[in-house]
Nanobody, 125 residues
Framework: QVQLVESGGGLVQAGGSLRLSCAAS????????MGWFRQAPGKEREFVAAIRWSSGITNSADSVKGRFTISRDNAKNTVYLQMNSLKPEDTAVYYC??????????????????WGQGTQVTVSS
C-alpha cells in the first residue's frame, strides 16, 4: 500500500501562485508514476500533470502548460505542483495519485492505484 498526503492548497487571487506538495509513504518503491488531477464542482475529475518516478519524464494538460510545473524529490518521496498565473477556472479540489504499473496513457484516472484526500485550491477574480 501507498499512502498519499497533499498539502499547500488555499485561496489566492488571479495571477498568483501556489505550490502543492504530495508526500508518499509505504511501499513507495512500487510507484511507477505520480500525477495530479483536479475536480471542480459538477465536473469530472481531470488530468493536470504527471511525472514518472524514476526518470522524471513529465506530461501535462494543455490547459496548464506554461503555467504549472510538476517535479519530484525522490529522497523525500514527495511530488510538487508549482502553479503560476492562476486563473479562476483553476479552482478545484486537487488530488495526488500514484500508479504502480506502466500504462500507455498519462491522464486516465482509472490507471492510478492510490489517491490522496485532496486539497482545495480557490482562485478569486
Amino acid at each position: 500500500q501507498v499512502q498519499l498526503v497533499e498539502s499547500g492548497g488555499g485561496l489566492v487571487q488571479a495571477g498568483g501562485s501556489l505550490r502543492l506538495s504530495c508526500a508518499a509513504s509505504g511501499r513507495t518503491f512500487s510507484i511507477y508514476r505520480m500525477g495530479w488531477f483536479r475536480q471542480a464542482p459538477g465536473k469530472e475529475r481531470e488530468f493536470v500533470a504527471a511525472i514518472r518516478w524514476s526518470s522524471g519524464i513529465t506530461n501535462s494538460a494543455d490547459s496548464v502548460k506554461g503555467r504549472f510545473t510538476i517535479s519530484r524529490d525522490n529522497a523525500k518521496n514527495t511530488v510538487y505542483l508549482q502553479m503560476n498565473s492562476l486563473k479562476p477556472e483553476d479552482t478545484a479540489v486537487y488530488y495526488c495519485a500514484a500508479e504502480k504499473s506502466a500504462t500507455p496513457g498519462w491522464g486516465r484516472p482509472h490507471d492510478y492505484d492510490y489517491w490522496g484526500q485532496g486539497t482545495q485550491v480557490t482562485v478569486s477574480s
